[in-house]
């Protein structure tokens, strides 16, 4: 496995008011790193605790990173007895930029457990994508076509100008997607816990639509023919020491277009769009 290992230069700290600043002119660690066969899509997978990641496809072969500490106001803290007569030393340690690819598979990571790191990346425009961020930071993704699945936990998930599948979840955050074209036979699905979930597809999709919405309301402009049948998830079964335990589903179940394959949508505190591209 290739691997590719990059460090920041030296930062300078500048005094404000009581606080530390870290400069605007803050270098950032650069790559552009291949794929083993660039005649063939590759997948770029990306994880970020703390940070935000944004991807744009791009008319090129190679993978173009970029990683940079993001700049942040530390204000002082009282300091313990511990620490008497002793100065805090506060310098950004690195990005910790590391990529190792194999057989058109691509890692992009960092080391943002104490400090933000956002990456900014280029790939090609046939590029599937796994993308992670757990706080501190959005995922962007803009002009993309492949299978992508994002994961965020404090942030937004933005994906636009997308040909292929996506699975997108997040806990605190929207989920907007706005789609060119559809792979016909992926199955798809669009959650969220707080935040709205809005997302655009062509007119001719054909879907299996499954929609919940636990304190929030549904939108679409899409014709859709409603199942109002109840949706039983579980079978009758006799519980352990005894009793029955019947479940029905709470999802909404529609088809457009005839139907195909499952389109999930889930949220709990907002609304869901499923909105038709004009």
Same mark, same amino acid.
């Given at each position: 496995?290739?691997?590719?290992?990059?460090?920041?230069?030296?930062?300078?700290?500048?005094?404000?008011?009581?606080?530390? &600043?870290?400069?605007?002119?803050?270098?950032?660690?650069?790559?552009?790193?291949?794929?083993? #066969?660039?005649?063939?899509?590759?997948?770029?997978?990306?994880?970020? /605790?703390?940070?935000?990641?944004?991807?744009?496809?791009?008319?090129?072969? *190679?993978?173009?990173?970029? =990683?940079?500490?993001? *700049? $942040?106001?530390?204000?002082?803290?009282?300091?313990?007895? *511990?620490?008497?007569?002793? /100065? &805090?030393?506060?310098?950004?340690?690195?990005?910790?930029?590391?990529?190792?690819?194999?057989?058109?598979?691509?890692?992009?990571?960092?080391?943002?457990?104490?400090?933000?790191?956002?990456?900014?990346?280029?790939?090609?425009?046939?590029?599937? &994508?796994? &993308?992670?961020? /757990?706080? #501190?930071?959005?995922?962007?993704?803009?002009?993309?076509?492949?299978?992508?699945? =994002?994961?965020? /936990?404090?942030?937004?998930?933005?994906?636009?100008?997308?040909?292929?599948?996506?699975?997108?979840?997040?806990?605190?955050?929207?989920?907007?997607?706005?789609?060119?074209?559809?792979?016909?036979?992926?199955?798809?699905?669009?959650?969220?816990?707080?935040?709205?979930?809005?997302?655009?597809?062509?007119?001719?999709?054909?879907?299996?639509?499954?929609?919940?919405?636990? $304190?929030?309301?549904?939108?679409?402009?899409?014709?859709?023919?409603?199942?109002?049948?109840?949706?039983?998830?579980?079978?009758? *079964?006799?519980?352990?020491?005894?009793?029955?335990?019947?479940?029905?589903?709470?999802?909404?179940?529609?088809?457009? #277009?005839?139907?195909?394959?499952?389109?999930?949508?889930? #949220?709990?505190?907002?609304?869901?769009?499923? $909105?038709?591209?004009?």
């Amino acid at each position: 496995m290739k691997k590719y290992y990059f460090s920041m230069r030296v930062i300078t700290l500048a005094c404000l008011a009581g606080a530390f &600043l870290f400069s605007q002119d803050m270098p950032a660690d650069r790559a552009t790193v291949p794929f083993s #066969n660039p005649s063939k899509p590759g997948l770029v997978e990306v994880g970020v /605790h703390n940070g935000g990641i944004t991807i744009k496809g791009y008319d090129g072969k *190679e993978v173009i990173v970029e =990683a940079k500490v993001r *700049e $942040r106001l530390i204000q002082e803290e009282k300091p313990k007895k *511990e620490v008497k007569g002793l /100065h &805090l030393i506060r310098v950004p340690g690195g990005t910790g930029l590391e990529i190792e690819e194999e057989d058109n598979v691509m890692e992009v990571n960092v080391s943002s457990l104490k400090q933000t790191i956002d990456l900014f990346i280029q790939v090609p425009y046939n590029t599937s &994508l796994e &993308l992670s961020s /757990h706080n #501190n930071g959005d995922i962007v993704v803009e002009n993309v076509n492949g299978e992508i699945e =994002a994961s965020n /936990h404090n942030g937004m998930l933005t994906l636009t100008g997308i040909s292929g599948s996506v699975v997108a979840n997040t806990f605190n955050g929207s989920v907007t997607v706005t789609f060119v074209k559809v792979d016909p036979g992926k199955p798809m699905s669009f959650s969220t816990w707080n935040g709205d979930v809005d997302v655009t597809f062509p007119a001719n999709i054909k879907a299996r639509v499954k929609m919940k919405s636990e $304190r929030g309301d549904i939108y679409s402009d899409f014709d859709m023919q409603i199942d109002k049948s109840p949706q039983k998830t579980e079978e009758d *079964e006799r519980k352990e020491g005894g009793g029955y335990r019947i479940s029905f589903d709470k999802y909404i179940v529609g088809t457009i #277009n005839g139907g195909g394959p499952d389109y999930t949508f889930k #949220n709990f505190n907002g609304d869901i769009y499923i $909105r038709k591209s004009q």
